[in-house]
């Protein structure tokens, strides 16, 4: 059994910066693959971005490229997710991911999910 906690969320203007972070409880992860999807009310969920367990290989989503940036820190089991210039349509909930890397874009890659953190982006 494990957790996936996310944090950070909350209203921001457009052109501003939001910091989410995602801590991991009851097992460490230090070897998965860790990602972030978000879902906006009526949508499907989306790839946002993904890292490996080293953080040498990023994986980023065409709508967020250039403006988001995924990070890791193996010894706090944390991963954090910087977004930058933040649009109007970036408001969703987010979500956490842990899983493998065979697929590290597609939702079912991973096993354990958070519950989700707001991000609204005001214009």
């Known amino acids: 059994q494990v957790q996936l906690v996310e944090s950070g969320g909350g209203l921001v203007q457009a052109g501003g910066s939001l910091r989410l972070s995602c801590a991991a409880s009851?097992?460490?992860?230090?070897?998965?693959?860790m990602g972030w999807f978000r879902q906006a009310p009526g949508k499907e969920r989306e790839f946002v971005a993904a890292i490996s367990w080293s953080g040498s290989t990023t994986y980023y989503g065409d709508s967020v490229k250039g403006r988001f940036t995924i990070s890791r820190d193996n010894a706090k089991n944390t991963v954090y997710l910087q977004m930058n210039s933040l649009k109007p349509e970036d408001t969703a909930v987010y979500y956490c991911a842990a899983g493998g890397s065979a697929m590290a874009t597609m939702r079912r890659n991973y096993d354990y999910w958070g519950q989700g953190t707001q991000v609204t982006v005001s214009s």
């Open positions: 009851g097992r460490t992860f230090s070897r998965y693959f």
